[in-house]
């Protein structure tokens, strides 16, 4: 779907995830469901460009994940 993301739970922390749903609640309503390996991510009602919207998520989420593990941030 052209609205959604893949994150795989190896990479990605759940705890990362929703810090990151709720900083981009304003520019999209997001849902998570977590399927086998990965957390899929819907997002509809984009108040900007969608593809836009994913990129920076992906990196935000990316960047959170990282933070929550210490050792390159701290």
């Not at 849902?31 to 992906?58: A, G, P, W």
């Not at 989420?61 to 929550?68: R, Y």
Request: a negative charge; hydrophobic letters at 40%.
């Amino acid at each position: 779907m052209k609205n959604s993301l893949l994150l795989n739970k190896e990479i990605y922390s759940r705890d990362a995830i929703q810090m990151s749903v709720s900083a981009f609640g304003s520019l999209a309503d997001i849902s998570v469901v977590e399927e086998d390996n990965y957390y899929h991510l819907r997002f509809e009602k984009c108040r900007t460009e969608l593809f836009m919207i994913l990129n920076e998520f992906r990196n935000y989420v990316l960047i959170a994940t990282i933070k929550n593990m210490g050792d390159l941030y701290d």
